[in-house]
């Protein structure tokens, strides 16, 4: 029922990068030899304790090498071998284990590999395909090495050689994908993780994000482009400034938070509209640009900056009377920092207090554009003249951020969920909503659409409210599109019904979780299961 599954990862290349330098590469320390060979040792030992899972069925062993061991002897397969084969280094390998167990390749179709292109050439296959999967941590020179007569299995230098190797690989990873903002939104947009590799139900391998990866984050905010493009989207800095330039009466004299404040811009609008003392706070670099802007506007007595996760710092009041925030993602929840403003609001706002933008409604409707669902679907049946149709799958699992034409719109939109950002508590953004779409438009239903509208209500006498819909004027969220596989014929008067799980996990770690989305739609005669298993 499960249709897809989208991962708050934020960057899985980055993620993996990460991994490999933080457990593998104990911080170099300026000791004699000695001591790092120590920390090396005890590293790997920690590693060969840890229970690793077959590549091809269900066991479990506790190490590394016993699993090498039963994948020889019961699946007729040497890791080994391939990697030896393959010539494969640290990146090969760890795409090659990533690509085994997210496809669930058979053993017979590993060993007659032919030497071409390779089918975990790509990029995506850094992904861990399994949290914290031991094999990843292994050394394919290593591996090699101890199976070899004789070996003693690595010196530790040439360990250290590997490490500083894998670690130079990983950080290199890392700078590629941080590059350029924009290619990372993008891969987190690609992030929507197909239902097959990650079995419905077992989310709870959702592991949590580490210190590093959080790094990848914040790295990624602290570039000035990202930051240029949030200005730039009008509808979202215009809605914010609106909100408080005309609701000045409800800043007057208050202290405000701004969580994230990024360029201060928020903080800004707030001293400007009134409020007595604005505390603005920001895990990234780019609060240091804060730091000048807020200077250069003469702004420093009402405004103090900040660096630092909301979490982890100590503000220099007890309580705020307002919380202002821009956290907001993908579908409203989608790589969101709405945790964190929670955090703050549970934390630090006073009695009667406001948390702002307050109210949020997440919406779908129904989309009918035959001609871009064969854009995306049918295209795969005749590529140049060749049957490319078992890509259309993969497709379809993906939820894509784009811009939908409203020409195309075939249904009434519904609210899914309301949440009010004053009371909602973490659990409840995990939510399944029965829904029902009223058909407008006789035609070929090919999509569901997804967006959010946010409101700053509570108090104000002037109302401000934005539509990320696809009715109103486009922003840098864009609309999320859920492909349907088959086009569905709809008449208008039809109710389009379907189930829409939104889930969000949240492993107590506030930057941790796991969003996925299922819908099914169903027609009065007879349901048809919109899913793909
Ligand atoms: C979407 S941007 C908004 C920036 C700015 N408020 C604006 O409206 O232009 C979110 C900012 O929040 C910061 N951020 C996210 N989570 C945070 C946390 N837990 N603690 C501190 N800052 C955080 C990010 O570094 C980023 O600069
Ligand atoms: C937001 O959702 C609530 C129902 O939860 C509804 O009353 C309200 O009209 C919605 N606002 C808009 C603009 O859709």
Known sequence: MMLLQLLKNLCAFALTAG??????????????????????????????????????????????????????????????????????????????????????????????????????????????????????????????????????????????????????????????????????????????????????GELGAVAKLREDEDEAYFSSYGHYSIHEEMLKDKVRTESYRDFMYRNAEVFRDKVVLDVGCGTGILSMFAARSGAKKVIAVDQSEIIYQAMDIVRSNNLEDKITLIKGRIEDIK???????????????????????????????????????????????????????????????????????????????????????????????????????????????????????????????????TAIVGYFDIFFDKGCSNKVMFSTGPQATKTHWRQTVFLLEKPLFVQAGDGLGGQFVYKTWDNCDSTSQLNSFGCFLGNTEGKQTISHH
């Open 19 to 200: 991994d490999v330098v933080a457990e593998d590469m104990p911080e170099l320390s300026d000791g004699d030899e000695d001591d790092e060979d120590d920390v090396d040792k005890e590293q790997w030992m920690e590693e060969e304790s840890q229970p690793v899972s077959c590549l091809f069925c269900d066991k479990v062993l506790g190490s590394v090498p016993a699993i090498l061991q039963h994948c020889t002897s019961d699946h007729e397969v040497s890791l080994v071998s391939i990697i030896r084969k393959h010539d494969l280094d640290d990146y090969g390998y760890i795409k090659m284990i990533n690509f085994i167990r997210s496809t669930k390749c058979s053993p017979s179709c590993l060993m007659g590999l032919p030497d071409g292109p390779l089918p975990w050439e790509s990029e995506d296959f850094l992904r861990p395909a399994l949290q914290d999967d031991p094999l990843l941590q292994a050394d394919p020179e290593e591996l090699c090495g101890s199976e070899e007569p004789g070996s003693s299995g690595g010196s530790s230098s040439r360990t250290h050689d590997a490490l500083l190797r894998r670690t130079q690989a990983a950080e290199e990873g890392l700078a590629r994908s941080l590059e350029d903002v924009h290619k990372l939104k993008l891969l987190v947009q690609g992030l929507f993780l197909d239902a097959e590799t990650s079995k419905s």
């Open 315 to 445: 503000l220099p009041v007890e309580k705020v009377d307002i919380i202002i925030s821009e956290w907001m993602g993908y579908f409203l929840l989608y790589e969101s920092m709405l945790d964190s403003v929670l955090y703050a609001r549970d934390l630090y706002l006073a009695d009667g207090g406001s948390v702002y933008p307050d109210l949020c409604n997440i919406s779908l409707v129904a989309v009918g554009d035959i001609q871009k669902h064969q854009d995306r679907i049918a295209f795969w049946d005749d590529v140049y003249g060749f049957n490319m149709a078992c890509m259309k799958k993969a497709v379809v699992h993906d939820a894509v951020a784009e811009v939908v034409n409203a020409d195309t719109l075939i249904s009434e939109p519904t609210v899914i969920q309301t949440i009010d950002c004053n009371t909602v508590c973490l659990s409840e953004l995990e939510f399944t909503t029965d829904f029902c779409l009223k058909i407008l438009n006789t035609a070929d239903c």
